[in-house]
Antibody, heavy 118, light 109 residues
Framework: QVQLVQSGSELKKPGASVKVSCKASGYTFTNYAMNWVRQAPGQGLEWMGWINTNTGNPTYAQGFTGRFVFSLDTSVSTAYLQISSLKAEDTAVYYC???????????WGQGTLVTVSS | SYVLTQPPSVSVAPGKTARITCGGNNIGSKSVHWYQQKPGQAPVLVIYYDSDRPSGIPERFSGSNSGNTATLTISRVEAGDEADYYCQVWDSSSDHRGVFGGGTKLTVL
């Protein structure tokens, strides 16, 4: 079955970096764009951007430029989200989600909790 | 940028019908998708293309979209439907980007 499996929870200090992985299975990885969505504690879903899995070209939403980087390793059907210079306000659950051609997200990864605390 | 507006909360008694709205400028011209998110879980698609249901989603879930409002309707509400619900569109008007509504907490009384 189509599945996205993300890496485990991370606890980082302010100023550090983190890299979250999202491994796809059950479909041809390069046929679908991969999106990233943030959910801060007690808050709603926030679209971060997407990466073209054919070209590797990323698109970032406003507020997610500079410290956020989307990347791929197509040989292992995996997308990555790297966040540098972490701040306390980056504490959130980060989801990857496959973009269907009609514009909806399905499936979603199980989410990765990133906690930034000194 | 395109904005989607949802009521923060909706309450309904078991067995009744819940309606969750999603407002946006001429949203009827866009395809609207809906997600259910239970505490500690990832969102799950419940409606796509305004009114289509993925396999495994009960027929009690339906959707409509016209004018400036899209609506998710849940008939014969059950306790297990208590969750946060988000509407979403893919905005291709300027550049290609996803847009979520702020979410609605459905409480089953």
């Amino acid at each position: 079955q189509v599945q996205l499996v993300q890496s485990g929870s991370e606890l980082k200090k302010p100023g550090a970096s983190v890299k979250v992985s999202c491994k796809a299975s059950g479909y041809t990885f390069t046929n679908y764009a991969m999106n990233w969505v943030r959910q801060a504690p007690g808050q709603g879903l926030e679209w971060m951007g997407w990466i073209n899995t054919n070209t590797g070209n990323p698109t970032y939403a406003q507020g997610f430029t500079g410290r956020f980087v989307f990347s791929l390793d197509t040989s292992v059907s995996t997308a990555y989200l790297q966040i540098s210079s972490l701040k306390a306000e980056d504490t959130a659950v980060y989801y990857c989600a496959r973009l269907e051609s009609g514009g909806w997200f399905d499936p979603w990864g199980q989410g990765t909790l990133v906690t930034v605390s000194s | 940028s395109y904005v989607l507006t949802q009521p923060p909360s909706v309450s309904v008694a078991p067995g009744k019908t819940a309606r969750i709205t999603c407002g946006g400028n001429n949203i009827g011209s866009k395809s609207v998708h809906w997600y259910q998110q239970k505490p500690g879980q990832a969102p799950v698609l419940v409606i796509y293309y305004d009114s289509d249901r993925p396999s495994g989603i009960p027929e009690r879930f339906s959707g409509s979209n016209s004018g400036n409002t899209a609506t998710l309707t849940i008939s014969r509400v059950e306790a297990g439907d208590e969750a946060d619900y988000y509407c979403q569109v893919w905005d291709s008007s300027s550049d290609h980007r996803g847009v979520f509504g702020g979410g609605t907490k459905l409480t089953v009384l």
